[in-house]
């Protein structure tokens, strides 16, 4: 939570400097080098105090140097020179949220105890795709939930249908007819 706040400060300036173009392009290089933070050696690498604060700045510009980005090399030289160089997960994972909310893109997830074809999935993400006005993408995620749940977290939607609610529901309102 505490480094989305402080990516936070770096996107902000970022969308007013930049074009779509340019933080499209740097949203990918960001995500790139965000995947290295998924291994051990190299979180190590950049946490370890033996290793000057030049040679981790010096790493993260040769993985984003086949890009030839001038907005990327001063923004990794930025985070460098305030010792968030960690910071930049957050920073690819926010740069995304922040373009897909700009452009209207959502991504969500649909939970179920069975499986549900692509077809279904898809069909469901355009119907409240066009409900909200935006792009919806959706991926399935098997769980125990004895229905179907559909959430999009970025525009807080969350939509269920339980089988047991259902249940209770119909016998209330049989009873409630009688």
């Known amino acids: ?33 965000a ?3 998924e291994s051990d050696k190299f979180i190590t690498i950049m946490r370890s105090s033996d290793v000057s604060t030049e040679t981790k700045t010096a790493l993260v510009l040769d993985m984003v140097a086949p890009a030839n980005s001038k907005v990327a090399n001063n ?19 926010g740069l ?14 649909v939970y179920c105890d069975s499986t549900i074809d692509k077809n279904s999935i898809d069909m469901i993400a355009r119907d409240l795709g066009n409900k909200v006005g935006a792009t919806i993408s959706l991926e399935f995620v098997p769980s125990t939930f004895d229905g179907v749940r559909v959430e999009v977290d970025d525009l807080n939607i969350e939509i269920n249908f339980s089988k047991t609610r259902l249940n209770a529901q119909l016998v209330e309102h049989i009873l409630k007819a009688i």
């Open 96 to 109: 995304v949220r922040e373009i897909g909310r700009v452009k209207r893109l959502y991504k969500g997830r």
């Open 35 to 37: 995947t290295a933070f």
């Open 1 to 33: 939570m505490q480094y989305e706040l402080i990516a936070k400060r770096y996107i902000k300036p970022l969308f007013e400097l930049c074009d779509q173009v340019t933080l499209d392009n740097l949203s990918e290089l960001l995500n790139s080098v």
């Open 75 to 93: 923004l990794i030289k930025l985070l460098a020179e305030n010792g968030r160089l960690d910071l930049i997960p957050a920073l690819a994972e």
